[in-house]
């Protein structure tokens, strides 16, 4: 069982930065796909960006790309999500996810991850 633990969310004016992290509570295998939702009072999870384990591609919501940067510490068991150029509509609950990848190249669907962390409230203020 895989847990996950997220960190570094807060409160942000509009234009900064976070770097959100979410740390595993054991080693993630090779096989497994890693990923960030995000979901804002009243509306829908929404998939933020997402990277195998075991490689470097990297796949982005089209609301973050160009803005948010997936990366990973395979020595630390974690994953991050810097955030830049923040924006009040950037404003949600931030989960990470994981499961293993058994089909495809990216996993973009909230029911393709088995495992989730309780999230960590990012607010970008005006």
């Known amino acids: 069982q895989v847990q996950l633990v997220e960190s570094g969310g807060g409160l942000v004016q509009a234009g900064g930065a976070l770097r959100l992290s979410c740390a595993a509570s054991e080693r993630i295998f090779s096989s497994y796909y890693m990923g960030w939702f995000r979901q804002a009072p009243g509306k829908e999870r929404e998939f933020v960006a997402g990277?195998?384990?075991?490689?470097?591609?990297?796949y982005y919501g089209e609301s973050v790309k160009g803005r948010f940067t997936i990366t990973k510490d395979n020595a630390k068991n974690t994953v991050y999500l810097q955030m830049n150029s923040l924006t009040p509509e950037d404003t949600a609950v931030y989960y990470c996810?994981?499961?293993?990848?058994?089909?495809?190249?990216?996993?973009?669907?909230?029911?393709?991850?088995?495992?989730w962390g309780q999230g960590t409230q990012v607010t970008v203020s005006t």
């Open positions: 996810a994981a499961n293993v990848l058994y089909s495809g190249t990216h996993f973009t669907q909230q029911s393709e991850y088995r495992y």
């Open positions: 990277m195998p384990w075991s490689g470097k591609s990297t």
